[in-house]
């Protein structure tokens, strides 16, 4: 059965979505922008912002009773493939070495409030 997942210490969602959905043992997050739920603000930089985007995925996951080691893939969307480098640095902070989920990385046109990323993950429980 389809379980809503939903958490005040990530931004709550600005359409009609969850925050994830939890099915048959795994937790699918969408895409979380880097806003800070206690300001609403995004952060300065790639860096910052990705710090942001990952926080509120692993505020999310926590609800659902799941760490960031479970999780078994990423997408990360960047409004310029420039900031790989830079997202990839504080990226690799948020997973165990050795432990790292499958992911793609695509640059895109454009993302809400023209944010810098969004990254969604799917976790296993």
Do not use: C, H, W
Request: net charge negative; no cysteine; charged share 20%.
């Amino acid at each position: 059965m389809k379980k809503i997942v939903n958490t005040d210490k990530a931004p709550a969602a600005i359409g009609p979505y969850a925050q994830a959905v939890e099915i048959d043992g795994l937790v699918i997050t969408s895409g979380q922008l880097p806003i800070d739920p206690a300001t609403g603000a995004f952060p300065e930089g790639i860096g910052e912002q990705t710090r942001q985007s990952l926080t509120n995925v692993k505020n999310i996951l926590a609800q659902a009773g799941v760490s960031m080691d479970q999780v078994i893939k990423t997408t990360v969307f960047l409004s310029d493939m420039n900031n790989f480098g830079a997202m990839n640095e504080v990226y690799a902070t948020f997973f165990t070495e050795g432990n790292y989920p499958a992911r793609s990385a695509v640059e895109v046109a454009r993302l809400p409030k023209d944010a810098l990323v969004e990254i969604e993950v799917t976790a296993v429980k």
